[in-house]
């Protein structure tokens, strides 16, 4: 594939093709573990996916064919969390987890390798999953001195269930992705060649279909466990189309024509 460098970063690749993004967290030495400046990167990069309209599905992944993520990069845990360069501790990644939340558009993990750990929870925070057969999944936190209580957690037992989410978190076990897939926790499972062109091809299906119908399903799905955010961003999302609608435009129009509105005109459906 002819992936087009949008951006260049430190510690991540930012790519897009065809309607399609890729970020790819590369640090292939540490089994793409992230420091706080791959997080900031990350993040920006996904920002930069929510303002490009020609963006309509976003891939998260790893470079090489050990590692998606393998969490925090423990050679920079200090006390309170990851020290960036500034020397300031850091649990950054929790931001990540809600842009990737909220960004109105699929993210989809294309996990091709270990996806351990709070590397684990990226994949578990993102829409879909597709995972080479050599994938392998599990946290780690209560093994190294952690723990995600956060999406990590509850969300993870929304995908497989209370007892197995206790399961994953309580023994930190490894699990194939065979397994994996057993237990609702990814998509599809393909041979590691096959990985980018069956990711590629559920993002190429994905935007065929109608943006709108998919951002509002997104958010949907979200606002059922989002509490208040949750209403607050599929409730924003009812204002942009309302806005659409002209009995909305009725408001604004009558207002600079300082006269009052005309909402008799509009229907009142059953
Ligand atoms: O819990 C949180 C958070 C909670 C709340 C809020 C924010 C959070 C943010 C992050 C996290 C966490 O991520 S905690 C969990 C941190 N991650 C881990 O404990 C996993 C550590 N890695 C491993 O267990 C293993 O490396 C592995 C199962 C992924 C792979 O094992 P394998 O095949 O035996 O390879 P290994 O030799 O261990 O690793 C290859 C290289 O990658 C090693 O470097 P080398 O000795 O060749 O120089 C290894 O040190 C390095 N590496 C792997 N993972 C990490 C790492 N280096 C730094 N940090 C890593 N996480």
């Not at 649990?91 to 990540?96: A, F, G, P, T």
């Not at 009558?254 to 509009?266: G, I, S, T, V």
Request: charge should be negative; charged fraction near 30%; proline fraction near 4%.
């Amino acid at each position: 594939y002819n992936w087009i460098t949008e951006k260049e970063y430190s510690d991540i690749k930012f790519e897009s093709l065809d309607g399609i993004a890729k970020i790819t967290i590369n640090r292939p030495k540490v089994y793409n573990a992230f420091r706080p400046e791959t997080v900031l990167e990350m993040i920006e990069a996904f920002d930069i996916c929510r303002e490009r309209q020609d963006i309509g599905v976003v891939i998260l992944t790893g470079e090489g064919d050990k590692a998606f993520c393998s969490g925090g990069d423990q050679n920079v845990k200090g006390h309170g969390g990851y020290i960036d360069e500034q020397g300031v501790p850091r649990l950054n990644v929790l931001d990540l987890h809600k842009r990737i939340r909220s960004l109105p558009k699929p993210v989809i993990a294309m996990v091709n390798g270990y996806a351990i750990g709070g590397g684990h929870v990226l994949h578990v925070v993102c829409d879909l999953t597709i995972a080479s057969e050599n994938a392998i999944f599990g946290q780690a936190g209560p093994k190294v001195g952690s723990f995600d209580g956060g999406f990590g957690s509850s969300y993870l037992a929304r995908h497989v269930g209370q007892k197995k989410a206790r399961e994953i978190w309580f023994l930190c076990r490894q699990y194939s992705a065979k397994e994996a897939e057993d237990m609702g926790l990814v998509n599809k499972v393909v041979p590691l060649d096959k990985l980018e062109d069956e990711t590629i091809d559920w993002c190429r299906t994905i935007l065929k279909r109608s943006p709108m119908a998919i951002r509002m399903i997104k958010r949907a799905m979200n606002a059922e466990l989002d509490g208040q955010t949750g209403i607050m961003e599929l409730a924003g999302d009812a204002t942009l189309m309302f806005y659409l609608m002209e009995e909305a435009q009725e408001g604004r129009k009558a207002f600079l024509e300082k006269r009052d509105p005309d909402f008799k005109q509009f229907p009142k459906f059953p």
